[in-house]
């Protein structure tokens, strides 16, 4: 079956843009994750959702950066006034219950020029 | 602060060779280690462990879990060039659900 998917693979912005980040989990998955994942590291939690809410928030770097997922479905990760800091590979990953093996999607690599 | 560290950051190797890869933890409420190799983007599960002394095998990859030293190896053996790639350490919180991961390994192997 289909797996996890992210749009757009890559996106490059200007400082001070606004970015839209789109994950698509597997399909009947309740939980999903957003990681970020600089360039030589591991990846690092930002948020996850349990259905439509956010369970955990507590990894959001500040509050230029919010997720929702208003049907439990697809999830999108905001950033606004973005800088150049934020460059690096968002990772999506879903699972089908709360501690449940996570999935993870191909990533957006966002370049903040 | 709840780390996971990762051992060496970097190993370059020839096509046959036998890898051990560490990943050592420190954390507030441990539920599981975890093992994904990333080849281009996306981490790729490869073990879940949650008990000590008890060897996860899956064709030339085996892994193992000992909770009281806070440590995990990975074993590769008869390396192939295919086994490039990113390995990746992480621990699951209990009552967190959410993946702390090292820094990863960078495996090479040469023809």
């Known amino acids: 079956g289909a797996g996890v998917s992210q749009t757009p693979s890559n996106k490059v912005t200007e400082k001070g843009k606004y970015v839209e980040l789109r994950c698509d989990p597997i399909?009947?998955?309740?939980?999903l994750y957003w990681y970020r994942q600089s360039l030589g590291q591991g990846p690092e939690f930002l948020i996850y959702?349990?259905?439509?809410?956010?369970?955990?928030d507590s990894g959001l770097p500040n509050d230029r950066f919010f997720a929702v997922r208003p049907e439990g479905s697809v999830s999108t990760l905001k950033i606004q006034r973005t800088e150049r800091g934020d460059s690096a590979v968002y990772l999506c990953?879903?699972?089908?219950?709360?501690?449940?093996?996570?999935?993870f999607g191909p990533g957006t690599r966002l370049t903040v020029l | 602060e709840d780390k996971v560290v990762q051992s060496p950051l970097s190993l370059v190797v020839h096509e046959g060779d036998t890898v051990t890869l560490n990943c050592s933890y420190e954390?507030?409420?441990?539920?599981?280690l975890l093992w994904y190799k990333q080849e281009k983007k996306a981490p790729t599960f490869l073990f879940m462990l949650?008990?000590?002394?008890i060897e996860k095998k899956s064709g030339r990859l085996s892994s193992i879990l000992d909770k009281k030293e806070l440590f995990s190896i990975l074993n590769i053996t008869a390396t192939q060039t295919g086994d490039s790639a990113v390995y990746l350490c992480?621990?699951?919180?209990?009552?967190?659900?959410?993946?702390?991961f090292g820094q990863g390994t960078r495996l090479t192997i040469n023809p």
């Open positions: 990953a879903s699972s089908l219950s709360v501690a449940g093996e996570q999935f």
């Open positions: 399909s009947g998955h309740t939980a």
């Open positions: 959702f349990q259905g439509t809410g956010a369970a955990d």
């Open positions: 954390v507030t409420n441990f539920r599981s």
């Open positions: 949650t008990s000590s002394g």
């Open positions: 992480a621990v699951e919180l209990q009552g967190a659900q959410k993946l702390v």
